[in-house]
């Protein structure tokens, strides 16, 4: 035994506030009091992906081990999207070739997903502009509301901190809505509509 020693009614007692408080559960994810701007809604999502034909790939990566490299194996091989990948280091990437900048496409792209530096991002987000894109797409984790502003101006759609492959899988059936998998397994080829 512990040495201590509680009766019945101790036992069903509510603990005190100090001791509730050291045990309360977390609340809502903290709000970043410096982003002021709102992204588009779920269903602006969904319309923005069912439109799209085309994605560029901006800071494509050969390396396996980077996200840039997963979103682009996905897009290339569970969407419809004509999937062009952007990067000047590289001119290859998973058997595709790869374009130096924005403006070497041969196509105006739809979407352009960015995998960049924080730093970069209003510069790619004119680049976008200069190439005729609908939408900017900065992947998770990149939020930049200077390039959003600069892309908005020019009529772009923007979406920040989301990723595209999640999104894309979302709508599509390959994740639950809450983003995991939906843990179903089938041989079956699913119809992907545009």
Same mark, same amino acid.
């Given at each position: 035994m512990s040495g201590i020693e509680t009766t019945a009614a101790d036992a069903c007692a509510?603990?005190?506030?100090? =001791?509730?408080?050291? !045990?309360a559960l977390p609340g809502p994810a903290p709000v970043h009091p410096d982003r002021t701007w709102t992204g588009p809604g779920q269903q602006q999502r969904f319309g923005i992906l069912r439109r799209a034909r085309s994605v560029a790939i901006v800071g494509a990566s050969n390396n396996p081990a980077r996200a840039s490299y997963f979103v682009a194996t996905y897009l290339l091989s569970s969407t419809a999207y004509d999937v062009y990948l952007v990067n000047p280091r590289e001119s290859e990437i998973l058997g595709q070739p790869v374009y130096a900048s924005l403006a070497d496409l041969p196509?105006?792209? /739809? @979407?352009? /997903?960015?995998?960049?530096?924080? /730093? =970069?991002?209003? #510069?790619?987000?004119q680049e976008a502009i200069e190439a005729g894109a609908q939408t900017l797409w900065l992947q998770l984790g990149s939020?930049?509301? =200077?390039?959003?502003?600069?892309?908005?101006?020019? #009529?772009?759609?923007?979406?920040? =901190?989301? !990723?595209?492959? @999640?999104e894309h899988a979302r709508f599509h059936g390959g994740l639950h809505l809450a983003g995991f998998d939906t843990g179903v397994i089938s041989s079956r080829r699913q119809l992907l509509a545009r």
């Open positions: 509510l603990p005190n506030a100090q =001791d509730a408080a050291a !045990c196509v105006v792209p /739809d @979407i352009v /997903d960015v995998f960049r530096r924080h /730093d =970069d991002l209003p #510069g790619v987000a939020w930049n509301e =200077d390039a959003a502003a600069i892309a908005e101006s020019a #009529g772009l759609s923007v979406v920040m =901190d989301r !990723c595209i492959k @999640i």
